[in-house]
């Protein structure tokens, strides 16, 4: 509060170097706790103003920021998108030369080809083997995929009054900056 009195009892632009918590507190000692009026009408409405202006500074600083992740967002998923074309032309281009070398060696100064032998499994009755794993035994091997509800679905049920167990309506303030 001694900083107040410096001055005549004016701010003198100090209050914006101030932190929205310490402008609470000096807008509080402006005021008197027994009849609520105000001792410093002037500095009162300086803090007012300094407080006002720090809350503006914060929003404006959160729509910046929005608008650098949507920037960084689209340059993402440019780069993705460029990436994806890459790595499709380069299969095909794999597949090109595979096919032109039938299986054959090749090998420069540059590059070499080689193979190896793989094997992989491929399913073409995902029922059938579902079905040969339950009957010989080997349930063990299936998975199943845990059970999910949609809280779209639900929401519908909540807001018609239907009791669903193990699911609430919360009530939320969103805060909107533009």
């Not at 507190?25 to 409405?45: M, P, R």
């Not at 500074?57 to 689209?74: P, S």
């Amino acid at each position: 509060m001694r900083w107040l009195h410096q001055d005549g009892g004016r701010m003198g632009g100090k209050g914006m170097n101030m932190s929205l918590y310490h402008i609470d507190q000096e807008l509080e000692n402006l005021i008197d706790q027994e009849t609520g009026e105000v001792l410093d009408f002037d500095a009162f409405e300086a803090l007012q103003m300094a407080w006002d202006a720090k809350i503006e500074g914060v929003l404006c600083w959160t729509k910046n920021l929005a608008a650098e992740a949507k920037a960084i967002r689209e340059e993402e998923k440019a780069l993705a998108e460029r990436r994806k074309a890459m790595e499709s032309k380069r299969e095909k281009l794999l597949a090109y030369a595979e096919r032109a070398l039938g299986g054959a060696a090749f090998q420069t100064a540059r590059c070499a080809v080689t193979y190896r032998k793989s094997t992989a499994v491929e399913i073409t009755d995902m029922d059938a083997v579902v079905k040969w794993c339950m009957d010989n035994g080997y349930d063990g091997k299936i998975t199943f995929a845990q059970p999910t509800v949609s809280k779209t679905d639900i929401a519908p049920l909540l807001k018609s009054g239907v009791s669903v167990t193990g699911a609430e309506l919360c009530e939320k303030l969103n805060m909107g900056v533009k």
